[in-house]
């Protein structure tokens, strides 16, 4: 069990510029949720995999945002167009489904948008 | 849509001593869990403790135990004999729809020698 593992740790990108994150989630694990930390609060809810699917997204998911989970293993999250309420920590979890519902986090990519 | 409230924005203990952080929620799912993680300064989520929501019996995990008030939707956590590698920024998550978290705004736990 190598843990959840994101790339890259950190990003610095000029506003207007797209980037793109990817998660690797615990080998076996079907579920994969997206979450969003600014600075002071807790991690907000982005969007969830059941596998392959993605089953749900937040409000706070804007068009510029897009995540994908091909083949029900590493995910990515691309934001086009960067705009400077962007920076934050970008979270990924991943659980399986049935054990308790127990979410295991990465150590989440830092986004600063100049 | 699921509150959480934290109302403990720090907490200050000294090593060995016990401290119990405080965090209540609202929701309407009828089958939920309940989650205390730790956020070290600069350092990933690290899972402290879970509840079941449909157990009575209060979940414990070494030093750490929780107070579950299901009625009272409570869910407060007790550090005993704590240890300066437990400061931390300390967050409740009940678990909502598909089972995503919803955190609070996190209590930033002190300990002194």
């Known amino acids: 069990d190598t843990g959840v593992s994101q790339n890259p740790r950190h990003k610095i990108t000029k506003r207007g510029q797209n980037v793109t994150f990817r998660c690797d989630p615990i080998?076996?694990?079907?579920?994969l949720y997206w979450y969003r930390q600014t600075l002071g609060q807790g991690p907000e809810f982005l969007t969830y995999f059941q596998n392959e699917a993605q089953l749900e997204k937040s409000r706070l998911l804007s068009d510029r945002f897009s995540a994908e989970r091909p083949k029900g293993s590493f995910s990515t999250l691309e934001i086009q167009r960067t705009e400077q309420g962007d920076s934050a920590m970008y979270l990924c979890a991943s659980s399986l489904q049935g054990a308790k519902e127990t979410q295991y986090f990465g150590p989440g990519t830092r986004l600063l948008v100049l | 849509a699921q509150t959480v409230t934290q109302s403990q924005p720090e907490m200050s203990v000294q090593e060995a001593e016990t401290v119990t952080l405080s965090c209540t929620y609202d929701?309407?799912?009828?089958?939920?869990?309940l989650f205390w993680y730790k956020q070290p300064p600069s350092r990933q989520m690290i899972l402290v403790i879970r509840q079941e929501a449909y157990k009575q019996q209060n979940a414990t995990e070494n030093r750490f135990s929780v107070n579950f008030q299901k009625a009272a939707k409570s869910f407060s956590l007790k550090i005993s004999d704590s240890q300066l590698g437990d400061a931390a920024m300390y967050f409740c998550?009940?678990?909502?729809?598909?089972?995503?978290?919803?955190f609070g705004t996190g209590t930033r736990l002190l300990v002194s020698p």
């Open positions: 929701t309407s799912e009828s089958d939920y869990y």
């Open positions: 080998s076996e694990h079907n579920r």
């Open positions: 998550a009940p678990s909502g729809g598909f089972q995503k978290l919803v």
